[in-house]
């Protein structure tokens, strides 16, 4: 079955970071973009960044350079996000989705069901 | 960054009756060496991610029904929805992904009059 799944729910405090995954399966791991997207309260979408699982590359929105890292491991295809120094603006749902094609430029045609990350003193 | 608005934040439509939504970006999203406008629509219903509807602008997803369809020119965009039925109540946004940051519009509820 082709899908991404996501880890669990967390909570945090604020300065805390957070750690999601997303395991691939059903699908070439190495042939798909992962993005990373979040999603506030109420809010649209909101693209963080994307990783080439063939290569490792990653590139972030400039909001979250230096605060996020997004890795994988190809052993378990799995990619990992990791979001430091968290406040509550950061309190949202996670996704990740696959970018369609072979190349970065393409849409997101699955998405994970999502990790809600609650950050709360 | 490539911005995207929507219209109208908010849409009450007759069943049977058509919703259109628009979206402009703030620079073209049009490939001119493949002639591809690099624009998704998504459906997103609560509790759940967002679905694709329409890709490269007009083209449509496979097994999305064919009521939905997608227009448009190099910065403005429609999605119409030919024929409202109570399944298709949700929140549409559309998304560029000519070039990173690949941004979202800020959304289109669609619900029944």
């Known amino acids: 079955q082709v899908q991404l799944l996501q880890s669990g729910a967390e909570v945090k405090t604020p300065g805390a970071s957070v750690k999601v995954s997303c395991k691939a399966s059903?699908?070439?791991?190495?042939?798909?973009?992962i993005h990373w997207v979040r999603q506030a309260p109420g809010q649209g979408p909101e693209w963080m960044g994307w990783?080439?699982?063939?290569?490792?590359?990653?590139k972030y929105a400039q909001k979250f350079q230096g605060r996020a890292t997004v890795t994988r491991d190809t052993s378990i295809n799995t990619v990992y996000m990791d979001l430091r120094r968290l406040t509550s603006d950061d309190t949202a749902v996670y996704y990740c989705?696959?970018?369609?094609?072979?190349?970065?430029?393409?849409?997101?045609?699955?998405w994970g069901r999502g990790t809600l990350v609650t950050v709360s003193s | 960054d490539i911005v995207m608005t929507q219209s109208p934040d908010s849409l009450a439509v007759s069943l049977g009756e058509r919703a259109t939504i628009n979206c402009k970006s703030s620079?073209?999203?049009?490939?001119?060496?493949?002639?591809?406008?690099?624009l998704a629509w998504y459906q997103q219903k609560p509790g759940q991610p967002p679905k694709v509807l329409i890709y490269?602008?007009?083209t449509r997803e496979s097994g999305v029904p064919e009521r939905f369809s997608g227009s448009g020119s190099g910065t403005d965009f429609t999605l119409t929805i030919s024929s409202l039925q109570a399944e298709d109540v949700a929140v549409y946004y559309c998304?560029?992904?000519?070039?990173?940051?690949?941004?979202f519009g800020p959304g289109t509820k669609v619900h029944i009059k």
């Open positions: 998304q560029q992904y000519y070039s990173s940051p690949f941004t």
């Open positions: 620079q073209s999203v049009l490939n001119s060496s493949n002639n591809k406008k690099y």
């Open positions: 990783l080439n699982p063939s290569g490792g590359g990653a």
């Open positions: 490269w602008a007009s």
């Open positions: 989705a696959r970018g369609r094609g072979v190349s970065l430029n393409w849409y997101f045609d699955l």
């Open positions: 059903g699908y070439s791991f190495s042939a798909h973009y």
